[in-house]
């Protein structure tokens, strides 16, 4: 009888100082455990077990017997945190990131002052608490706020090059020790096809052009692969650009690889190199606009009339304000090889335009027209022309696709030859 009524009391006791002890620091959860033990002369390791396992349905074992310990549940508050980004300002970013074509994290919040800077040009109004806010907004946050936003496309590319076995001992391999990358007017140059991934007959091709320390972009769609329709789009891109170029590389593709483009390198003094055959990483650079650039904004489907190839460049005429003014890009700055492991450092998002008005060689009349271009910008505007185009450009393709589908001849004025 006196052992019940000791156990009673030292459950009560237990359940007196259990709420005490879940709630006490490591240093205050020692000096209990050591009033606990001597009140009950329980043993210091089951006192510490029982004083953090009571509130619990526990089932163990002793002397063969299965005993379950069922104590009083003591509820853990939630921590709650205070709602800094609300519905609104996520409806906000949203509208932010779809206007500049889905950044991500990294990309879009350097650029966000700006953005928003660009949108209050353009006649959208944004909330100075909202805009705070989403300045402050780290990269990992835009991208945590956006995941249920953002859909992943696995597109497949295709490689269309023939090589070129003409003047390629006369066009040397590109080396570093020839190109000078931390200056802008280095380009590298390289044909995107619009064949639908069939080969018969005349498609057109877009001709891309990247410089490799700014990162402007150029793009024109010429009517097929040829020589003389090649050259005349890149003569036309060359002059596009706001810097005077000084060097031109290329794949081993027999459109680059001719006497065109030597003698027109030679007239202006112009570095004329190719990459190593195989090698897709010597053409990092233009690669990459390949997909970012013209896959994104034109997609895979077959051109091969003139009227698709008129609307193309069109959204191009759009396409390079849009991509140069308003798109951040990131460059690596330092890679590091650690073992088997490769770790790459990475510079703050910038514009290409950015990146021309900072660099020191560029003339200055150079950074004014630029300056002024960039001011007169509706970012608005321009996405609407280049989205009212590419849906434009869908539909024809679209009747095209239902007339071949049907069994209807398609006129062949219009055709590409």
């Known amino acids: 009888m006196r052992k019940e009524i000791e156990m009673k009391v030292r459950k009560e006791i237990s359940k007196a100082v259990v709420k005490r002890y879940k709630k006490s620091s490591k240093k205050e959860k020692g000096k209990i455990l050591d009033e606990f033990t001597k009140i009950t002369g329980y043993n210091r390791s089951y006192a510490s077990w029982l004083l953090n396992n009571l509130g619990k349905k526990i089932v163990f074992y002793r002397d063969g017997k299965r005993i379950i310990l069922v104590g009083e549940k003591i509820k853990k508050k939630k921590r709650e945190r205070p709602v800094i980004y609300d519905k609104k300002v996520i409806d906000k970013l949203k509208k932010i990131w779809k206007t500049f074509d889905c950044l991500c994290g990294k990309r879009l919040a350097p650029f966000m002052e700006e953005g928003i800077k ?38 497949r590319r295709r490689c269309k090059t023939k090589p070129g076995s003409l003047l390629k001992s006369q066009i040397p391999i590109r080396t570093y020790s020839e190109w000078d990358e931390k200056m802008p007017g280095f380009i590298e140059i390289d044909l995107v096809d ?4 069939v080969e018969r007959g005349i498609f057109a091709q877009t001709l891309d052009a990247v410089d490799v320390f700014t990162g402007w972009t150029e793009t024109i769609c010429v009517e097929n692969k040829s020589q003389v329709k090649v ?18 590389d290329s794949d081993n593709g027999s459109e680059f690889i001719n006497h065109h483009l030597v003698k027109f390198c030679e007239s202006r003094k112009i570095t004329f190199t190719k990459s190593r055959p195989y090698k897709k990483n010597d053409s990092c650079y233009i690669e990459q606009k390949n997909w970012s650039v013209v896959r994104k904004a034109v997609g895979y489907w077959r051109y091969e009339t003139k009227q698709e190839v008129e609307i193309i460049n069109q959204i191009y005429k759009y396409l390079r304000l849009f991509t140069n003014y308003f798109q951040p890009q990131v460059k690596c700055i330092e890679k590091i090889r650690i073992g088997s492991k490769v770790k790459k450092r990475y510079d703050k998002a910038k514009t290409p335009y950015q990146r021309v008005i900072e660099c020191e060689k560029i003339e200055i009349e150079t950074k004014e027209r630029l300056k002024k271009i960039y001011e007169g910008l509706d970012i608005i505007e321009i996405k609407k022309r280049i989205n009212g185009l590419e849906e434009k450009l869908f539909e024809i393709v679209s009747k095209k696709k239902m007339k071949e589908k049907r069994g209807e001849k398609i006129e062949k004025e219009g055709i590409l030859v």
């Open 118 to 155: 660009s949108l209050e040009r353009s006649g959208i109004k944004i909330e100075e608490e909202i805009k705070n806010k989403l300045i402050k907004m780290s990269a990992a946050t835009i991208d945590r706020k956006l995941r249920k936003y953002k859909k992943i496309m696995n597109l």
């Open 194 to 197: 619009h064949s639908g991934g």
């Open 231 to 248: 050259f005349e789009g890149l003569v036309k891109i060359i002059d596009k650009f706001p810097f005077p170029i000084l060097g031109i």
